[in-house]
C-alpha cells in the first residue's frame, strides 16, 4: 500500500507526534518510527482511534494541530487546517474550555493588522474566556487584550470613530476590574488616550534641535496650517518606506499649504556605531535626514531620556502624542485640532492620506 503525506488532518497530526517525539527520543528515532510506522500514525486519525482518547487528550492533540499548522510562514493550506480543527475543538464541551480558548488565542493573533478581521473569531475567544476560572486566565490575558485592539483598529480603519472610543472604553474598565491585568490596562489605555486626542488641540512640538528650520527655534505650534506630523527613528524600516510617499505630497499640497514635519530622538546610536554622543549623532543623523534621504521637511530632534529603549515615548513629543509604536502619523487641521492617528506605513496608506490633505486643505 502506497503512502504519500497530502494538506490535511492527517498530516498535521503526522508532524505533531513526529515532533513530540524528537524532543522526547531523538531525531533518528522519530525518523526510524515515522518511516517504519507511517499507517499506524495516521490511525491515530481514525474512528477507533479518536473513539479511545479521553476528550482532554483528544483536545490536546487538536490544539498541538493547530499550533503546528501556523508554524511560519502561515500559509492558506495552513489556515484551512487550523480553522478545522479549530471546529472541531469548539464542539467538543465544557471540560476542555482551557483547550478551547488556547485554540482561538493562537488564531486571534493572526487578526492583528488585517483588514478584514474574523469578528466572530474574536467574540467567541471573549466569551469563552470570561468562562475560565481565574486560576486559569494568565495563558490568555494578553490575547483578550489583543482582541479589543483588534476590533478598534478596524473601527478606526473604517473612520468609526465613536465605535472605536467606546470599545477601548470598555476595555478599560474590564481591564480595570481584575488586578491581574494590570499591563493589559495600561496598553489599553494608550489606545484610548490616542484615540481621544482626536477633535482635541494638538499639543506643540518642543526641541533645542530642528532640522530645516531656523536657528534658536525651539517650538512649533501648530495652527494656521493642515499639518502631518510623523514620529520616526533612524532605525526604523517602515518610517524610511513612507519618505517617498511624504515627498510627493510635499510636493503636490506644500504650495496650497500642507506642512509636513517629522519628529524623532536621539538614541545613543546609529547603525553599528554605539556610545555616541549627543554631538555626533546628531551630526549623523544631520547628514542620513539631509543629505542621504533629502528631506526638505522640519525636523524636530529631542535628547534621548536616561533609560529609555526604542519605541517607549522617551521624549516630552512622544509622551504628548502617545507614541508607540512607530512610524506614528497625526494630522492636523488649519484650526490645530488633531483630526486623524493613524500607525504603521503600508500598501495603500498613501492613498489614504492623501485623501485626508486634499478633505482638510478643501476646509475653510
Known amino acids: ?167 477601548l472604553r470598555d476595555a478599560v474598565r474590564i481591564f480595570t476590574a481584575d488586578p491581574g491585568d494590570a499591563r493589559e490596562r495600561q496598553l489599553v489605555q494608550q489606545l484610548l488616550d490616542r484615540a481621544e486626542m482626536v477633535g482635541r488641540p494638538a499639543p506643540p512640538l518642543i526641541g533645542g534641535t530642528w532640522l530645516n528650520l531656523a536657528p534658536g527655534t525651539t517650538r512649533m505650534d501648530l495652527g494656521g496650517a493642515v499639518t502631518v506630523i510623523e514620529f520616526t527613528a533612524h532605525w526604523c524600516s517602515p518610517c524610511k518606506d513612507s519618505y517617498p510617499g511624504l515627498l510627493r505630497l510635499h510636493e503636490r499640497f506644500g504650495p496650497q499649504g500642507l506642512r509636513i514635519v517629522l519628529a524623532t530622538r536621539l538614541w545613543g546610536y546609529l547603525g553599528k556605531e554605539k556610545n555616541m554622543s549627543p554631538e555626533r549623532e546628531l551630526a549623523a543623523v544631520r547628514r542620513l535626514f539631509i543629505e542621504e534621504d533629502r528631506l526638505p521637511f522640519p525636523i524636530v530632534i529631542a535628547d534621548a531620556q536616561a533609560g529609555a529603549g526604542q519605541g517607549e515615548a522617551a521624549d516630552a513629543n512622544a509622551a504628548a502624542y502617545f507614541v508607540q509604536p512607530i512610524p506614528h502619523f497625526v494630522v492636523i487641521d488649519r484650526h490645530g485640532m488633531v483630526r ?19 478633505r482638510l486643505l478643501a476646509e475653510r
Open 1 to 167: 500500500m502506497n503512502w504519500s503525506p497530502r494538506p490535511g488532518p492527517e498530516v498535521v497530526e503526522v508532524r505533531v507526534v513526529g515532533e513530540i517525539i524528537r524532543r522526547v527520543r531523538g531525531p533518528l528515532f522519530a525518523l526510524t518510527l515515522v518511516v517504519a510506522c507511517p499507517l499506524w500514525i495516521v490511525h491515530a486519525s481514525s474512528p477507533v482511534a479518536l473513539a479511545r482518547q479521553t476528550p482532554g487528550e483528544r483536545a490536546d492533540v487538536l490544539v498541538a494541530a493547530i499550533q503546528a499548522a501556523l508554524e511560519r510562514p502561515v500559509t492558506d493550506a495552513g489556515r484551512r487546517v487550523a480553522a478545522a480543527k479549530l471546529a472541531e475543538l469548539d464542539r467538543m464541551g465544557s471540560e476542555v474550555l482551557t483547550q478551547k480558548c488556547a485554540g482561538y488565542n493562537r488564531l486571534v493573533s493572526l487578526n492583528r493588522g488585517s483588514s478584514d478581521p474574523d469578528e466572530k473569531l474574536l467574540r467567541r475567544f471573549l466569551a469563552l474566556y470570561d468562562q475560565l476560572p481565574q486560576a486559569q486566565r494568565a495563558p490568555f490575558r494578553f490575547g483578550r487584550y489583543l482582541v479589543y485592539e483588534i476590533l478598534a483598529a478596524d473601527a478606526h480603519r473604517h473612520n468609526d470613530a465613536d465605535l472605536e472610543t467606546r470599545l
Open 340 to 358: 486623524r492617528v493613524d500607525l504603521g506605513w503600508e500598501a495603500g496608506d498613501e492613498a489614504r492620506l492623501t485623501e485626508i490633505v486634499k
